[in-house]
């Protein structure tokens, strides 16, 4: 398919997109974008599609959008990261070709937002729910990160025995350094937004129904230095660069990782995605809270494990 | 260039998606179902199942030896899948429906509407097609096949796979024939069969979302 790109406001506005919502602030040039994938927030192939048009329209038109706005429709969740049925499924079918474009369809997205101040956009997002593997890694390159308090983020995938492979290593070594990169991803576990805070992951922490003031703040904060900003934000990457190869070797590593997975692993994802699909249902508990039970039984599971081994090592020195 | 199954991957991931997020599908794999609206399914997809082989058989019946992989491939899968309706059988007497009473049952018409779309489209469209309805079938049982059979489990308080042998077992035995539906497809390089295939699959994931909608 040719890409047409939009001419101007009324194109960019105009398009019929079913996961994204638009509108548009003349006075400040301020584009905001509001993801909407029911029933079930995730990076659907289609959400990416349309996220990916939508982003192209914007570097076809420079200097139209000052500020891009990003945050979520659908009330305690921002993202819940990959299409896990699809995982499955091209795991279960062995496809690494399928994998792979859909990693690198993830890592043009956050390429486009690490690059965006050369287009002349400062990128705000403000997380209000729950935010999960890619989720969490889309939310890293935007210039300014706002969470809610109630948020909480993390990534999961080492939970069932995979690692996020859309850009959570780079941006996070270079948001928060390597240790802290370390713990998160290969500990699987969640945080809330103070933690995320604290680790310098999350720029900006309000209180619960504060994020849309937050955002004017920053906002208005950046238009009258918005060149100046753009340009130090620029040489901010230019000073930390992440490498367009890097993000891609990753994402071939990962789907290799994925054809891996056993039929255990992809139960536990079968078993967040049934998770998802009960807090999509109207049920109280959803991911977070699966996660959370599934963090759990791997602590017990660890220490069982120590404790076995303990035994066994103790049964050999007594028959020894 | 992308291979031709990831291609179908993309091209029907929205109907895949349309059954996945069906707000009937999304509470049957969170909730489960009541016994009654699960006896219902499993005497729709008792016809499914029944059919499955026949329709395989009509479109290997007129595939030529330009796609010869397509039928030997569709002998053996065959060979794989008798007697699959006998699972769905057991699975309902489980619940308690006689097999009488499943051999009388009159399919809906989203069950009639599925298969007859599918030996038309091996008789008329192109035989091919019927690697579409292998696939959306076999990703509806080997994606959404597990957690909705341990759904059913709980809701209904199931001992085992007793009542479930069909959802669960296919959830598992699906894995590799996904793989080998893959290396099949993969294989097919005629244009006219390739658009079949794609169409197959939107059109069984259609209907099959409207037979669950329906129960």
Redesign the interface.
């Known amino acids: 398919m040719i890409f047409k790109p939009a001419i101007g406001v009324a194109g960019l506005l105009g398009r019929p997109y079913k996961t994204i919502r638009l509108e548009w602030s003349s006075d400040l040039r301020l584009l905001r974008v509001r993801t909407c994938v029911?029933?079930?927030q995730c990076y659907?192939?289609?959400a990416m599609g349309e996220l990916q048009q939508m982003l192209d329209d914007i570097s076809a038109n420079p200097g139209l959008v000052r500020h891009f706005v990003m945050s979520s429709d659908v009330p305690n969740v921002f993202n819940f990261g990959g299409?896990l049925?699809?995982f499955?499924?091209?795991v279960?079918?062995?496809?690494i070709?399928?994998l792979r474009?859909y990693g690198k369809r993830c890592v043009d997205l956050v390429w486009w937002m690490e690059h965006a101040a050369n287009l002349g956009v400062h990128t705000t997002v403000l997380v209000q729910g729950d935010t999960l593997g890619g989720g969490l890694e889309s939310v890293l390159p935007f210039h300014k990160v706002i969470f809610e308090r109630r948020a909480q983020a993390g990534f999961p995938e080492v939970l069932f025995n995979l690692f996020p492979g859309m850009g959570a290593w780079d941006f996070t070594i270079r948001k928060a350094g390597f240790a802290v990169a370390n713990e998160m991803i290969l500990s699987g576990r969640l945080y809330s937004a103070d933690e995320l805070h604290y680790r310098r992951l999350v720029d900006v922490v309000v209180g619960d129904g504060q994020g849309e003031v937050a955002i004017d703040t920053v906002v208005r904060d950046v238009d009258p230095r918005h060149r100046g900003t753009l340009a130090a934000l620029r040489a901010q990457r230019m000073a930390a660069p992440i490498r367009y190869e890097s993000l891609l070797a990753i994402v071939d590593l990962w789907a290799e990782s994925a054809l891996g997975l056993t039929?255990r692993d992809l139960?536990l994802m079968?078993?967040l995605?049934?998770a998802q699909?009960?807090k999509?249902?109207g049920?109280a508990d959803g991911a977070v809270e699966e996660l959370k039970l599934m963090e759990l039984e791997a602590a017990w599971g660890d220490r069982r494990g120590r404790f076995d081994r303990r035994n066994v090592s103790n049964d050999r020195r007594v028959r020894s | 260039m992308?291979?031709f199954?990831?291609e179908l991957?993309?091209a029907t991931?929205?109907d895949?998606?349309g059954f996945?997020?069906h707000?009937v599908v999304?509470?049957a794999?969170?909730?489960g179902m009541p016994l009654e609206r699960y006896r219902a399914l499993l005497l729709e997809l008792y016809h499914v199942v029944w059919h499955f082989n026949p329709v395989s058989a009509a479109a290997a019946s007129r595939i030529g030896d330009e796609h010869i992989a397509v039928r030997h491939f569709l002998y053996e899968h065959m060979h794989e899948e008798s007697g699959h309706e006998l699972w769905v059988l057991n699975d309902l007497e489980a619940v308690g429906v006689a097999p009488e009473a499943v051999r009388a049952h009159v399919p809906a018409l989203h069950t009639l509407a599925l298969n007859g779309y599918n030996y038309w489209a091996a008789d008329r469209r192109h035989p091919c097609s019927v690697l579409g309805m292998l696939y959306a079938l076999e990703?509806i049982a080997?994606?959404?096949g597990?957690?909705f059979a341990?759904?059913i489990r709980e809701s209904l308080l199931l001992d085992g796979d007793r009542g479930v042998s069909f959802l669960a077992s296919h959830a598992?035995l699906?894995?590799r024939h996904?793989?080998e539906?893959?290396q099949v497809m993969n294989a097919v390089r005629a244009e006219d069969a390739l658009a079949a295939v794609v169409e197959s699959a939107r059109v069984n994931f259609h209907h099959f979302t409207r037979i669950i909608e329906a129960i």
């Open positions: 029911r029933p079930i659907s192939l289609a299409d049925a699809l499955v499924l091209l279960r079918a062995g496809d070709d399928s474009l039929d139960r079968e078993r995605a049934r699909a009960r999509a249902g049920a | 992308l291979s199954f990831a991957v993309s991931d929205e895949r998606r996945e997020t707000p999304i509470d794999v969170a909730n990703v080997s994606v959404y597990g957690p341990a759904a598992s699906d894995t996904m793989a539906l893959r």
